[in-house]
């Protein structure tokens, strides 16, 4: 028994040197920052005002949260913006600050003082989840000139698309400065110390991401395109009956590069219903899937994928996010000059 009990110990200690191994690693490597559960809000988690993340599984990316927990630079929304609600394409983790659509639009739209594309997004925040939180949107930047939603995908389960049409309310004691004012000293210590154990933090939220997979995936099975229009155009006349200044949705598709040395954006059997949806509740739709294959016919400019990743596979990079920027300009520069 003295024997386990010694044989253990070295096995307890071995594991725990491996932990903090692994964690210096990660420290320098890939640090996300502590998550802030919520509820009515635009998001349902936020990013600590103030805190800083390092990510490096793909490309690379530095960023600091600001006061509202959203990943943008330390600079007041413009007198006229538009909001980025998405994902993590639209969090642009993966690039490094100044990449990512959002800043490329900012350089573009704005004198550099101020932010007229500001993002409010989070990881997994994909279109159904946008229509279930759109009226807390509508409430938190109710200022706004124009929100674009990001999205991947065109189709969806009936499934899901009826849960999102049961809108979450919003109340401002759920904004990120709100709740970071009310955060007791031992609730900040607490995000203090996950930040400075990324191990932790990653582990949950592989555990999370694990649970949530799939939800993202587009049906490859059959669908019944009467169901799925009859269900997305109520979710989208929802949301347009929310929002009575201008909406865009912007799809940007997966691609494949061919055997034959071409690329293609895939295309979902839902697109053209769902173009036609938008067009029918006054949304306007960008595809940038024509945008993405004339880059590489032009001059093989892939949208996805790093150089420790696989092209056309991920996370937009930096010519993707420069392409999605590309798609959007013209639109939310009219938008903004009214």
Not at 212 to 240: C, F, P, W
């Amino acid at each position: 028994m003295k024997r386990f009990f010694s044989q253990s110990l070295q096995w307890l200690s071995a594991l725990m040197l491996a932990v903090l191994i692994c964690n210096g690693v990660l420290f320098f490597y890939n640090r996300p920052t502590a998550f802030i559960d919520r509820t009515k809000a635009s998001t349902n988690t936020i990013f600590y005002p103030g805190s800083t993340m390092l990510h490096g599984t793909e490309g690379h990316g530095y960023y600091t949260a600001d006061r509202n927990g959203y990943l943008n630079p330390d600079l007041p929304r413009a007198k006229k913006y538009a909001v980025l609600v998405g994902a993590s394409h639209t969090q642009g983790e993966e690039v490094s600050a100044g990449e990512r659509y959002a800043d490329v639009l900012n350089s573009r739209l704005s004198d550099g003082s101020s932010l007229a594309a500001y993002v409010c997004a989070q990881d997994g925040l994909f279109l159904p989840k946008i229509i279930q939180n759109f009226r807390a949107v509508t409430e938190e930047f109710r200022d706004a000139q124009a929100i674009v939603i990001e999205t991947g995908h065109t189709q969806y389960s009936s499934d899901e698309l009826e849960k999102a049409m049961v809108q979450k309310e919003f109340d401002e004691k759920y904004l990120g400065a709100n709740i970071a004012a009310r955060m007791s000293g031992k609730e900040k210590l607490t995000i203090k110390v996950k930040e400075a154990f990324p191990f932790y933090t990653i582990a949950k939220n592989q555990i999370t991401a694990y649970k949530a997979k799939g939800h993202e995936q587009s049906e490859t099975g059959d669908v019944d395109i009467k169901d799925y229009s009859e269900k997305m155009n109520r979710a989208l006349a929802l949301i347009r009956s929310e929002w009575k200044k201008p909406l865009i949705i912007m799809y940007h598709p997966t691609v494949s590069v061919n055997p034959d040395g071409t690329m293609t954006a895939q295309k979902e059997k839902t697109d053209d219903a769902f173009k036609k949806l938008c067009a029918d509740n006054g949304i306007d739709f960008v595809n940038t899937g024509s945008v993405f294959e004339k880059a590489y016919r032009e001059n093989y400019t892939v949208p996805y994928g790093f150089s420790d990743t696989s092209m056309g596979a991920g996370h937009l990079n930096a010519d993707g996010h420069r392409l999605v920027a590309d798609a959007l300009y013209g639109k939310l520069k009219e938008v903004l000059a009214q």
